[in-house]
């Protein structure tokens, strides 16, 4: 997120409806309304691997699979959020005539530099906070990593899973989702080296 568009407080009600005419997205965050930076093609290839990977592995069942056009609200006692997640998976969905989902399972961000920050602490803690949620993986677009938070009876559990081994597991969904299929076709950017004399 970028600085926010306006100093007076927006309603949900008027927020979304001007987004359903706006060129470009908006996050919402009680009353502020965010402009979204844009993504580099990694980002993109990332996120669309994922989508086709878990979509194939969905084809027949009753969840659904959204991309980063759809909004997730956040509801908090005094206010309300509205994110874009990259990828989202709703075993129970909104109708069809509204552009929020309530209740995803999985909730995908893809990080870059500009989006980390928010991506790895409001977003995390916005999201943990969704009874329906049951992961959130935190994609690296930088190396072969993936962070996930999982929840147990107990809470989420934070895994970290890395390279072409790992293989992440999504019990809430019935299959596994492994790194090789995220990273396909990706080239990672070099790694820079700091010699030390």
Request: hydrophobic share 40%; aromatic share 8%.
């Amino acid at each position: 997120m970028s600085a926010a568009l306006r100093h007076q407080l927006v309603t949900p009600e008027a927020y979304l409806a001007s987004e359903l005419k706006s060129p470009a997205k908006h996050e919402y965050v009680g009353g502020a309304v965010y402009a979204m930076a844009g993504a580099k093609n990694i980002h993109h290839i990332i996120a669309g691997n994922i989508f086709l990977s878990l979509g194939t592995r969905l084809r027949g069942k009753k969840c659904r699979l959204f991309n980063s056009d759809t909004k997730v609200r956040v509801r908090f006692p005094n206010h309300v959020r509205f994110y874009y997640p990259d990828v989202q998976v709703v075993c129970q969905p909104n109708p069809v005539d509204e552009s929020f989902q309530d209740q995803p399972n999985v909730i995908v961000e893809v990080l870059s530099e500009s989006t980390r920050r928010t991506d790895e602490g409001e977003k995390l803690d916005a999201y943990l906070t969704i009874p329906s949620l049951e992961t959130y993986l935190l994609v690296d677009s930088t190396n072969k990593e993936v962070v996930v938070q999982q929840r147990d009876n107990t809470g989420f559990k934070r895994a970290v899973f890395v390279g072409d081994e790992g293989v992440i597991p999504l019990a809430c969904l019935g299959f596994d989702l492994p790194l090789v299929e995220i990273y396909e076709g990706v080239q990672l950017p070099a790694l820079e080296v700091v010699e030390t004399e």
